[in-house]
């Protein structure tokens, strides 16, 4: 959800997992067609390492992610609901004008459950306000969209990142296969970053 505009955003995902929730993230910006400056998450495992009241540890595909896209990324204080209170107030009204209306229907895949959701958050969002003039698209357009910043030419590829020791062969181990290091670095660990084509 953007902050001045209440503009949403939702989507069915299997278990948060780390690629579901930057996929999902990358999802989100495409559909914004821009990006926040800042993301408040909540303290999900899959987006924070270590929670913390004031210096949590992101994970390291998360906070890659958002530099990429250009965004910082400040998490919610554990058990600080107002920290994120537009979210919270988000996750209502999705819940009240999407999941109410879908929930006596059967679904076979998540791509049909995606479609229909995304058929009425296209309604929720153009939706007039009760007590203010417009709506969420208006008030996006004269908002947010001045403030969201461009999409980088190509979408942030899924990485992630395992520690590994390099052996007396200057040689570390990922995914089952065998890449050398620089011979000086026998016996230290070295970070290894993986992704569908790259290691």
Same mark, same amino acid.
């Given at each position: 959800?953007?902050?001045?505009?209440?503009?949403?955003?939702?989507?069915?995902?299997?278990?948060?997992?780390?690629?579901?929730?930057?996929?999902?993230?990358?999802?989100?910006?495409?559909?914004?067609?821009?990006?926040?400056?800042?993301?408040?998450?909540?303290?999900?495992?899959?987006?924070?390492?270590?929670?913390?009241?004031?210096?949590?540890?992101?994970?390291?595909?998360?906070?890659?992610?958002?530099?990429?896209?250009?965004?910082?990324?400040?998490?919610?204080?554990?058990?600080?609901?107002?920290?994120?209170?537009?979210? #919270? &107030?988000?996750?209502?009204?999705?819940?009240?004008?999407?999941? $109410? =209306?879908?929930?006596?229907?059967?679904?076979?895949? /998540? !791509?049909?459950?995606?479609?229909?959701?995304?058929?009425?958050?296209?309604?929720?969002?153009?939706?007039?306000?009760?007590?203010?003039?417009?709506?969420?698209?208006?008030?996006? #357009? &004269?908002?947010?969209?001045?403030?969201?910043?461009?999409?980088? $030419? =190509?979408?942030?590829?899924?990485?992630?990142?395992? /520690? !590994?020791?390099?052996?007396?062969?200057?040689?570390?181990?990922?995914?089952?296969?065998?890449?050398?290091?620089?011979?000086?670095?026998?016996?230290?660990?070295?970070?290894?970053?993986?992704?569908?084509?790259?290691?």
């Amino acid at each position: 959800m953007l902050g001045a505009s209440n503009y949403t955003y939702a989507e069915a995902v299997p278990p948060q997992a780390l690629p579901h929730w930057i996929a999902a993230h990358g999802h989100a910006f495409t559909y914004f067609q821009g990006c926040p400056q800042v993301l408040v998450p909540d303290n999900l495992r899959s987006g924070v390492t270590r929670a913390h009241r004031y210096e949590p540890d992101l994970n390291r595909t998360d906070a890659e992610m958002a530099a990429h896209d250009g965004a910082a990324v400040i998490p919610a204080r554990p058990n600080k609901p107002r920290d994120k209170a537009k979210v #919270e &107030a988000g996750v209502l009204v999705v819940e009240r004008w999407i999941l $109410a =209306r879908l929930r006596k229907l059967t679904f076979f895949s /998540l !791509a049909e459950l995606n479609a229909a959701i995304r058929g009425l958050l296209a309604e929720l969002n153009r939706r007039p306000f009760k007590p203010l003039p417009g709506s969420r698209r208006s008030l996006l #357009e &004269a908002l947010d969209r001045p403030a969201l910043k461009p999409l980088p $030419a =190509r979408a942030y590829e899924f990485a992630t990142w395992r /520690l !590994a020791k390099v052996n007396v062969d200057y040689h570390v181990e990922a995914e089952r296969h065998w890449y050398s290091v620089p011979y000086q670095r026998v016996g230290q660990r070295v970070n290894v970053r993986l992704t569908a084509t790259t290691v």
